[in-house]
């Protein structure tokens, strides 16, 4: 089911062709999900600082409301999802493998669904300057939403800092399971290439591709259908293999450069965004809708009714869970996001968040678990690695404790896709190591910052101290020459009658 | 539901598994085996069961004494592979206890001394072969023509039994050196190759596999469609195949043409003694060879540069065992100094740099 490219397509190295079970949800059609009784919006669903709340408790709010704002150079505002009461600001688990509890808005939706009459959507998006349509994109909240939630305004704004060509919107959708982009793009393309054009002109880029695996025959069609009056878009069919839909992975398959490691794309001028991240841009300019929303694919061997489901930020996925008819059986792992990158999630009490893209209840069965073996080296994991990593080597020096070695094998080069683990016939959790020691690494740094600026503080002290000894000897020294010389002053006053006999009463303090 | 300590993903995964790798390079050595096993009749039986029962007990002992867990390890089929491997490699009227000694060899000291599996430096087998080689020359260079099964030369079941377990001086009847040992002993003593080839089996005869030589290295033809099997399942890449019969190849047609008088000819390299086996299964042990595709290559070539060597210009006549093991030691150098280029970097490992192509643009 190739499709016929205008462009060249590149090879990239590694990848594995997983099981795509897309059929399990790629029919549904997306559907809006019932308003549950309580929404519980963290205040931080983006990468950077946590956004700042304006509202309080039992404050009334309304649909599309700013509930809380954008903190720094790095973070994103949060909107009102419905309208209704706050409950709370305060802590709730977070969407997250640690179930943490982090800073939540509680909304109690009040059923009027009632929008803020501040909305100020454009008529004319394409009049505004670049700046204008990132600073909308900035104030709706966008981020970035294949996952990473990078804000997305910043990512716009990269035209300051280097010279752009390309954007390419990211509709791989490489991981199995999932089907919400492919769903969006099937039902909104009119809407989504215009998001896109949106973007490309902030950017101020001529050449869009947007590029979408081969196992999406309709979303390619409907997309190449709605981008025919559009010259400078190309629609582009990827071959289907995991993890095409790498940021870094996808601009060398479309341009056939590699980025620098440590690097963006940006380096070689191309800007990558996601489908649904469109979708958002196209409601903050057209409609003037912040990001209160997103299609998520609820599916899995354990769910009675796999479904792509437009949902408000803020619901607890339970909610999501009994509108797809709750469980078959009892799923023996639960993920937010695909099956290769997804994170486990602590409970279903836990919120839906602008990053989940999905929510799978997988069956003892479908995630072929089995128990580890020791390594036999069959180099698998080497011929699955699309970073050019010998993985079994830098999980050996892990084992070991030899961190530093494994850095020294390029484990900060690792994109953690999980291709080495799917492909080892050991059933080594490959990626778990490299978490394990990514994560030993940022420890160990934090703790070495901790205690250069302890070194720095102290240091820092002591030279004060010194300072003020060396002040306060100064002074002292200061005060001696003046009381000498007063005492030189008065006994040579005091040959002369007329002569002052003031004590120096400060002197006697000063000693 | 939810587990006490998660582990990160992926959540879905490839249907392998360590079993099913050695599961599958039997079936591809499956073919040959029984082949051999027909052309050498009931003594070649007795000595490949034995060696193949003998290498599971092993194992199962030694697991049992290191504390590991038996079933799990002896069921994902190693040790039956290693001892498979090693039966085909041994002379196939050998006496029952050159099957045992070598099964401990391969298991014991080859294996299970360096930590079980996925631990060991050089390929059990042939660190078996070669031991049992060095320590028995007389019984592990006697060969004997193939005598297939049911036909009137072949020894009858007690006589066989006789053969592999007892005492019997029916093997001296049929012994019969492999070609490569003729030759060897032929130009050895200054006959030119017109003259050794006289007596040795015609290349259709070594392809096929009606030739003396080990039990299950005899058939070239049926080892190669189980070694292409192996490339198609991709339990195997043609690296190392490649060029290490390439670099065999290479060398003899270079020799042979220099002075054909001298030097054996690149066909008769190629599918007599033990290089079609050792290209596809030998070389190719997934734990003793290197994991990049250039050290795979690197090591290929090795091999079939040794393998040359030794049978050109040493004293044994065939050296794909030692070749191997050679390379072997060699594998954790090469791993070390040819790793892939990672991603974004260039082969120094300093990260890719466009500034200049920017300049430009």
């Known amino acids: 089911m190739g499709a016929e490219n205008l462009i060249k397509l590149f090879k990239i190295r590694g990848g594995v062709h997983p099981d795509d079970r897309k059929q399990l949800s790629a029919g549904q059609a997306i559907e809006a999900l019932p308003m549950p009784p309580l929404l519980h919006i963290p205040l931080q669903q983006h990468i950077g600082a946590p956004a700042e709340p304006l509202v309080r408790r039992g404050e009334l709010v309304k649909k599309g409301q700013r509930l809380a704002r954008s903190q720094g150079a790095i973070s994103a505002p949060v909107h009102a999802p419905t309208s209704g009461r706050i409950m709370g600001v305060g802590g709730y688990p977070a969407h997250h493998p640690s179930g943490l509890s982090v800073r939540t808005i509680t909304l109690k939706p009040d059923g009027k669904d009632e929008w803020t009459d501040r909305l100020d959507p454009v008529y004319a998006p394409f009049s505004l300057a670049a700046e204008e349509i990132a600073q909308r994109v900035a104030d709706a909240g966008i981020v970035g939403m294949g996952g990473a939630t990078f804000p997305s305004a910043v990512k716009l704004n990269l035209r300051k800092r280097y010279a752009l060509h390309t954007l390419v919107i990211n509709g791989a959708e490489c991981e199995p399971y999932l089907t919400c982009d492919d769903r969006l793009m099937r039902e909104k393309p009119a809407e989504i290439l215009e998001g896109v054009r949106l973007m490309a002109r902030a950017l101020g880029v001529a050449r869009i591709l947007v590029a979408i695996e081969d196992n999406k025959p309709q979303a390619q069609a409907a997309m190449r259908d709605a981008a025919k009056p559009f010259a400078e878009v190309s629609i582009v069919g990827l071959p289907t293999r995991y993890p095409m839909g790498s940021e870094k992975h996808l601009v060398q398959t479309l341009i056939g450069k590699e980025t620098p490691a440590r690097g963006l794309t940006a380096d070689m001028g191309v800007v990558v965004h996601n489908v649904a991240t469109a979708m958002a841009v196209h409601d903050a300019l057209y409609l003037g809708r912040p990001l209160i929303s997103r299609v998520m694919t609820v599916t899995g061997g354990a769910i009675r009714q796999p479904r792509n489901l437009h949902v408000p930020l803020g619901t607890p996925l339970s909610h999501l869970i009994d509108f797809c008819g709750g469980f078959k059986e009892e799923p023996a792992q639960l993920i937010s996001g695909g099956p290769m990158m997804g994170q486990p999630l602590p409970s279903t009490r836990v919120p839906a968040v602008k990053g989940s893209n999905g929510l799978l209840a997988l069956t003892a069965g479908e995630s072929e678990s089995a128990e580890e073996m020791p390594c036999i080296r069959c180099a698998s994991c080497v011929q699955a690695c699309p970073c050019g990593l010998v993985p079994l080597e830098m999980a050996a020096h892990i084992r070991a404790g030899g961190l530093d070695n494994s850095v020294k094998l390029g484990l900060l080069d690792c994109i953690a896709c999980g291709s080495c683990s799917y492909a080892c016939p050991s059933h080594i959790p490959l990626v778990h190591y490299f978490n394990f020691a990514k994560g030993e690494l940022a420890a160990r740094q934090r703790s070495q910052h901790k205690q250069g600026e302890t070194k720095r503080l102290a240091e820092a002290r002591s030279e004060r101290m010194e300072a003020i000894k060396r002040a306060k000897r100064e002074a002292m020294m200061k005060r001696k020459k003046e009381m000498e010389a007063k005492k030189r002053a008065q006994e040579e006053a005091k040959a002369a009658p007329e002569a002052s006999d003031k004590p120096t009463a400060d002197s006697g303090v000063e000693a | ?361």
């Open chain 2, 1 to 361: 539901m939810i587990e006490e300590q998660p582990v990160a993903g992926p959540y879905t995964h490839a249907r392998t598994s360590i079993s099913r790798t050695m599961g599958l390079v039997l079936l591809a050595l499956l073919p040959a085996t029984l082949y051999s096993l027909y052309l050498f009749g009931w003594p070649a039986i007795f000595l490949f069961g034995t060696t193949v029962l003998a290498a599971l007990v092993f194992e199962a002992g030694s697991l049992r004494l290191a504390g590991k867990r038996v079933r799990p390890f002896l069921l994902d089929g190693s040790a039956l592979l290693t001892g498979w491997l090693l039966a085909m490699t041994l002379p196939p009227w050998a006496p029952w206890w050159i099957g045992l000694v070598g099964a401990f060899l391969a298991i014991v000291i080859g294996k299970q001394v360096f930590g079980g599996i996925g631990q060991n430096l050089f390929n059990p087998a042939m660190v078996a072969r070669v031991a049992l080689l060095i320590s028995f020359p007389l019984e592990m260079t006697l060969f004997n023509a193939p005598v297939p099964l049911f036909s009137a030369q072949a020894p009858g079941f007690l006589d066989s039994l006789a053969i592999t377990f007892g005492q019997s001086n029916q093997l001296d009847a049929v012994s019969s050196a492999t070609t490569l040992g003729h030759l060897k002993t032929e130009l050895g003593r200054g006959v030119t190759l017109d003259t050794a080839s006289g007596g040795v089996e015609s290349l259709w005869q070594l392809t096929l596999g009606e030739a003396s030589g080990s039990l299950g290295e005899t058939s070239a033809l049926l080892l190669l469609l189980g070694g292409l099997f192996l490339i198609y399942k991709r339990i195997i890449t043609w690296h190392i195949p490649l060029a290490m019969l390439g670099s065999l190849a290479l060398l003899a047609t270079i020799f042979h043409l220099i002075d054909p008088q001298s030097y054996v000819g690149p066909l008769t390299h190629l599918l007599s003694g033990a290089a079609i086996l050792g290209a596809f299964f030998i070389a190719t042990d997934l734990v003793t060879s290197p994991v990049s595709i250039r050290g795979q290559l690197l090591f290929g070539a090795g091999v079939g540069l040794l393998v040359y060597a030794i049978r050109t210009w040493a004293g044994y006549p065939e050296g794909v065992a030692f070749a191997v093991m050679l390379m072997n030691a060699c594998t954790p150098l090469i791993d070390h100094y040819l790793k892939p280029r990672i991603y974004g970097r260039d082969r120094k490992g300093e990260p890719l740099n466009y500034a200049d192509e920017r300049g430009e643009a």
